[in-house]
């Protein structure tokens, strides 16, 4: 369903009495709220979790040699960019097609500093073997590259707004019913309609975990210790 079907739908759910809506555009009173409501609903669904399956996404970029730290523009990404996938990254010589591709390990930022900030790290150039987020989410190599190579593996989108009739959201078409029964938590509360409310309550929780199953890294046992 795109955002004015959700809206219509989100509507019929809540007994709305008149015609369906064909156009969520310029709307005033009730229908504005109910648009709005929805479009809420979408953000709270996708805030909900920080690794949702259908928020990630690909990115293969180069990294620059003696260059440590790269902001999502840098690799390409733009305004779409919310996190770094800190397990999903590989690095491979420019040229080879992948053939000495290795996987990176992630290290967090202030073991990373004391390792590869300090001392003769601070200058020593080779090809990076693990991964860091700083504070401002830019992307650290250790060690510093010493020459080009390619970085590929995945990020995280930021939440996006409705605002098109036709914006359609990104998670799976059985899904979508989430945004309408998130929906009626807004227009129950705000309207003091217990039973739209607790409607919209019961058919949340029951999809969401659902969608839990489906939309979430699935967990797994790690290798023996030794």
Request: aromatic share 14%.
């Amino acid at each position: 369903m795109n955002y004015l079907e959700l809206v219509n739908r989100t509507r019929a759910e809540c007994g709305v009495s008149g015609p369906a809506l064909t156009t969520v555009q310029n709307l005033t009173g009730e229908s504005a709220r109910i648009a709005n409501w929805v479009a809420s609903a979408w953000v709270d669904i996708q805030t909900s979790k920080e690794d949702w399956l259908f928020m990630r996404k690909p990115v293969t970029f180069n990294c620059v040699a003696q260059q440590q730290f790269y902001t999502a523009t840098d690799a390409g990404i733009g305004t779409t960019f919310a996190a770094w996938k800190r397990d999903s990254f590989r690095c491979s010589s420019v040229g080879e097609n992948f053939a000495d591709e290795q996987l990176m390990n992630f290290m967090e930022y202030t073991t990373f500093r004391n390792l590869y900030m300090y001392g003769n790290m601070r200058t020593t150039y080779q090809r990076p073997v693990v991964l860091t987020v700083d504070p401002e989410k830019r992307f650290g190599l250790g060690a510093i590259p010493d020459q080009a190579y390619v970085l590929d593996g995945e990020y995280y989108v930021l939440p996006i707004n409705f605002s098109a009739d036709t914006d359609t959201p990104a998670l799976p078409s059985n899904f979508h019913m989430l945004i309408v029964f998130r929906a009626m938590y807004f227009y129950g509360g705000y309207e003091s309609a217990s039973e739209v409310y607790q409607r919209g309550e019961y058919e949340f929780t029951r999809l969401m975990q659902r969608m839990f199953i489906d939309q979430l890294p699935t967990i797994v046992s790690g290798p023996p210790l030794a």
